[in-house]
């Protein structure tokens, strides 16, 4: 245990009482979409509290290089350890591909990404071996999925597709419109071709459209989408390193963003499920100052 670490102590080897851990969980995403990822948490662990940033200023990430992505995520992994989380859960799969390995190295706390949950799950649910990726340019680029997928099963035909238009059109007045539709089955298309069985969905905002996609690939297809997975991997990391919260209490939830408050709660909602009070503002000046 680190010296300026916050938890109680049992006071005396042997006793039975159960040290807790106050501090939050920190969560964050280049926008709203990780509050997809931040709903399961707050259902799989009603007790904790969690700090969530959503970096809308610089949103979207996925176009963007490998390289600008990894700073942002040092400076909000660096801003989040600032804030006294006890863990920090990367719930953007483009900062998970980019800057996991990095993170993990360089913050005091542990940190959890979105990717291996889901090629866990692409892996164990694929029937013929053939699993495909929607996803941002970004995270095909980063390469991830494919490593982790071909580390679990080397025999197993993986295919990836970017798909630069859903976010902005889920994140768009009409998510559920005809655009969207016509995007997807542009981005299915090579799935078909290829028998895939399984696809991932391997973006934070996709859920939203988990319908419609289903419907496009058809019932024969299994998409995942590891929200669940990764939440658990969340609990368990706690308990395994004896920083849960009192599992008697009823935790909070806490919003950052660097972009409009108003704006983020507004969309928030719609990812969330849940109701979003207050949204605090964080400058790009502050996370630049607080690189890990």
Partial sequence: MRRDDPRPTTGYPGSKITA????PIGVFDSGVGGLTVLHECLVTMPHEDFVYLGDHARLPYGPRPLAEIR?????????????????????????TSAALPQLQEELDVPVIGVITPEAHAAVQATRNRRIGLLATQATVDGGRYAEL?????????????????????????????????????QYAAPFKLERVDTVILGCTHYPLIRPMLQRVFGRDVTLVFSAEETAREVAETLT???IENDAAREGAYRFLTTGDPGAFREMGRRFLQLPIGDVEHVTLARLEGAVA
């Avoid at 807790?20 to 501090?23: G, I, N, S």
């Avoid at 997928?149 to 419109?177: H, K, Q």
């Fill in 20 to 23: 807790m851990d106050p501090r």
């Fill in 71 to 95: 700073r942002f995520a040092r400076e909000i992994g660096g801003f989040l350890q600032e804030q006294d989380v006890k863990l920090i859960l990367v719930a953007c799969n483009a900062a």
């Fill in 149 to 185: 997928i071909r580390t679990l099963d080397a025999g197993v035909t993986f295919i990836s597709v970017a798909c630069p238009d859903l976010v902005p059109l889920i994140e768009g007045d009409d998510p559920y419109g005809e655009a969207t539709e016509r995007a997807v089955r």
């Fill in 240 to 242: 395994r390193k004896g």
